[in-house]
């Protein structure tokens, strides 16, 4: 990085370089390929019939033909909800309005992927109007996305395509009394990065849209999204430890009446992150070393960091517990170097924050001051309570909702002035659950939880050990088994990943359920590199020159510590990132690779 980062050049031999075809065409290579899994299907011919049946288990349990949870979308009256049916192999999003009882479908993505090799599904919009659909699609499987907009009260596509975009896309201003609408999208450059954003007006070509914002340098991507609200449009340029941003007041008029405003110029290392509620931005910020994050106002005619402040709590509100309990006197949310926060959503009356704090997973909800009717534009910028919200196991996984695991580009929480939020929870041995959440009261309830047939949770146990590795760092291991199956001598399959501070948080997989039914304990390791137990596990402990952490200092330290726990033999070892969602399973005779985002600690 920086100016002649190797000078003189760092040269390397790869003795599998020749491998390399882009084409796919080379004769000597595919044949070469073809004898290498001719002979691992002929090594592992004798464990075939046990694939079968694990297979088998895996796919009964699922539930082919089922709703996801229903969410409300705008303030139209609309309820949206994802179906998956039987023998189709995509989604379909439904709604309906009000109480109706009969839902209309909106995409079925079955019938877009008919004529088409390879489908996947990028963006999902409707317009403020829910009028029209905006939504993208990647034909080839190349990550590049056509837009493709769709009348919804005749059904008819648009003639309106968007061609060669990254995928995202968001309604700019929008006039359903004039049918003045215009969306945003981007694009890439010749080596596949989001460098431009664009705006384009529905009705018109796309040769006539305009380029917003470009990225020049090639260590930023650009991405954009619009503000809770749906006031703003964030525009955001962002490197591995940098950012910046600028926004749109997509309120002010057409695009022509719009201008570009830069929030703060980028500062290598500092990264912050902009929400809007009422006559403030609430900011997610790094500075000052915090690099957990710390949450920061600042008035909307002031949005540049010198103006960033403390959000200060209210005299006599609730301070640090629900209304109604604890206290504190309107106590602010202050920074904790214990705390991780990661994300922010706003709502009319309320703050919900997501991150880690212990190195646990878990969510916060602030309860803001009303809004100043007396023109105190300050007075709706302060804290009235907070709360850390509560779940069945603190070692699990917490986040707002998603529309579906089929449709994970959508949120479920698409109301601003709503007391109800809707979280999903998880853990080793708990399916995804949805909760609707009252953020004033704290009373939660179970919305639905993902069928798993013939799965019975209460056989089934969970919990987090600690080892401590060369340094003395004390690095969490989430362990799951079956009660009655579970030997002092057993098999493991341990999982880790450690990477780009990302967290490799101890969630439910329905394909684990066959190998703990066998004896197998299920153990995820939180090793440094990840963010489980902060920024600082990533940023401070396994990163550059202290990556070797990850992998000297606690994967091979905590295969030790598994053998001895279990007493088994270790042949082979992979490591990778545990996520939700299917994945494909493999049984090897010497080791066990779960999916393409895991890997295991084999036994014999």
Not at 101 to 108: G, R, S
Not at 119 to 142: K, M, N, Q, T, W
Not at 442 to 453: F, G, L, R
Request: aromatic residues 10%.
């Amino acid at each position: 990085r920086g100016v002649k980062p190797m000078d003189p050049p760092i040269e390397r031999d790869d003795d599998l370089f020749w491998l390399r075809d882009d084409d796919r065409k080379d004769p000597a290579i595919i044949a070469h390929l073809e004898a290498e899994n001719a002979h691992t299907e002929a090594h592992l011919a004798h464990v075939q019939p046990l694939a079968k049946r694990v297979y088998d288990e895996i796919i009964g349990s699922i539930q082919e033909t089922d709703d996801d949870v229903p969410f409300r979308w705008g303030d139209k009256g609309h309820t949206y909800m994802v179906r998956t049916v039987k023998g189709k192999a995509y989604p379909i999003v439904v709604r309906k309005i009000e109480k109706d009882k009969d839902w209309e479908t909106v995409l079925d993505v079955n019938a877009v992927a008919a004529p088409l090799k390879y489908c996947s599904v990028g963006s999902f919009r409707p317009d403020p109007s829910h009028e029209l659909l905006a939504y993208s699609i990647d034909p080839s499987g190349y990550e590049t996305y056509e837009v493709r907009f769709k009348d919804l009260d005749t059904g008819a596509e648009l003639p309106d395509v968007i061609k060669g975009t990254a995928g995202s896309v968001s309604w700019g201003h929008c006039d359903a009394s004039t049918k003045y609408r215009e969306v945003y999208y981007s694009t890439q450059d010749d080596a596949h990065r989001p460098d431009k954003v664009w705006r384009h007006v529905i009705g018109t070509d796309q040769s006539k849209d305009v380029c917003v914002l470009h990225e020049p340098d090639e260590l930023f991507n650009v991405g954009f999204g619009k503000t809770s609200s749906g006031r703003f449009m964030l525009i955001e340029s962002e490197s591995t430890e940098t950012n910046e941003v600028h926004y749109v007041d997509i309120a002010a008029g057409p695009g022509v009446d719009q201008s570009l405003t830069l929030m703060q110029r980028r500062r290598m290392g500092h990264r912050y992150y902009p929400e809007h509620r009422g006559d403030h931005w609430f900011v997610l910020t790094n500075r000052d070393g915090r690099i957990n994050f710390d949450l920061v106002r600042a008035r909307l005619t002031r949005p540049g960091e010198d103006d960033w402040a403390s959000v200060p709590g209210v005299p006599g509100g609730g301070g640090e517990g629900c209304d109604g309990v604890g206290g504190g006197g309107g106590a602010p949310f202050q920074w904790s170097e214990g705390r991780t926060l990661e994300s922010m959503s706003a709502f009319k009356d309320f703050l919900v924050l997501e991150g880690r704090e212990g190195g646990f997973s878990a969510t916060w909800v602030l309860r803001l001051a009303e809004l100043s009717a007396d023109g105190d534009v300050d007075a709706g910028a302060c804290i009235a309570s907070w709360h850390k919200t509560s779940w069945p196991s603190q070692n699990c996984c917490v986040y707002t909702s998603v529309a579906s695991g089929n449709l994970s580009c959508v949120g479920a929480n698409q109301v601003l002035d709503t007391d109800d939020v809707m979280f999903s929870y998880q853990s080793l041995t708990t399916p995804k659950t949805v909760y609707r959440y009252d953020m004033r009261t704290a009373v939660k309830a179970v919305v639905k939880t993902t069928p798993v047939k013939g799965y019975d949770a209460d056989k089934y146990a969970t919990t987090r050990m600690e080892v401590t590795v060369r340094d003395g760092t004390k690095v969490p291991v989430s362990l799951a088994w079956r009660k009655d199956a579970k030997t002092p001598k057993g098999p493991m399959l341990l999982s880790g990943y450690g990477s780009y501070g990302v967290s490799n948080d101890p969630t439910f997989s329905r394909e684990d359920v066959p190998l703990m039914d066998r004896g197998v304990v299920m153990a995820v390791a939180h090793v440094r590199g990840g963010g489980e137990m902060g920024r600082h596990w990533y940023e401070k402990e396994g990163k550059y020159l202290t990556k070797k952490n990850t992998f000297n200092g606690e994967f091979i330290f905590i295969f030790v510590w598994a053998i001895r726990m279990t007493s088994c033999f270790v042949h082979r070892f992979r490591g990778c990132r545990r996520a939700p969602g299917s994945r494909r399973l493999e049984l090897h005779r010497h080791a066990r690779h779960v999916g393409p985002k895991r890997g295991g600690l084999a036994h014999g």
